[in-house]
Nanobody, 117 residues
Framework: HVQLVESGGGLVQPGGSLTLSCEVSPILRANYCMAWFRKTPGKEREGVARIATGSGNTYYADSVKGRFTISQDNAKNTLSLQMNSLKSEDTALYYC???????????WGQGTQVTVS
């Protein structure tokens, strides 16, 4: 069964913190990378962070660098996104996703809403 299930979103004040979690079907961890992207109505999807499943190397969008931290727990098959110093512009629907060898998102969850206000 293939699935990604996000949790942890909510309403937070500017400057606050949230941690998003994603339960990942073990079979999906064979993908090249795990990632978080976000979507706001009327805007393009924005890749936020990704982590290589093998090496653990991470990549962050400039807009979140220094504030967000992506991590994976191989034993628990979970992916996390620690978000600090949140800004109003971080408000979005956040998705957990897998990235294949062509650098394309191939699976993603239903999303979890983060509102900074």
């Amino acid at each position: 069964h293939v699935q990604l299930v996000e949790s942890g979103g909510g309403l937070v004040q500017p400057g606050g913190s949230l941690t998003l979690s994603c339960e990942v079907s073990p079979i999906l961890r064979a993908n090249y990378c795990m990632a978080w992207f976000r979507k706001t109505p009327g805007k393009e999807r924005e890749g936020v962070a990704r982590i290589a499943t093998g090496s653990g190397n991470t990549y962050y969008a400039d807009s979140v660098k220094g504030r967000f931290t992506i991590s994976q727990d191989n034993a628990k098959n979970t992916l996390s996104l620690q978000m600090n110093s949140l800004k109003s512009e971080d408000t979005a629907l956040y998705y957990c996703a897998t990235v294949d060898e062509t650098d394309a998102y191939n699976y993603w969850g239903q999303g979890t809403q983060v509102t900074v206000s």
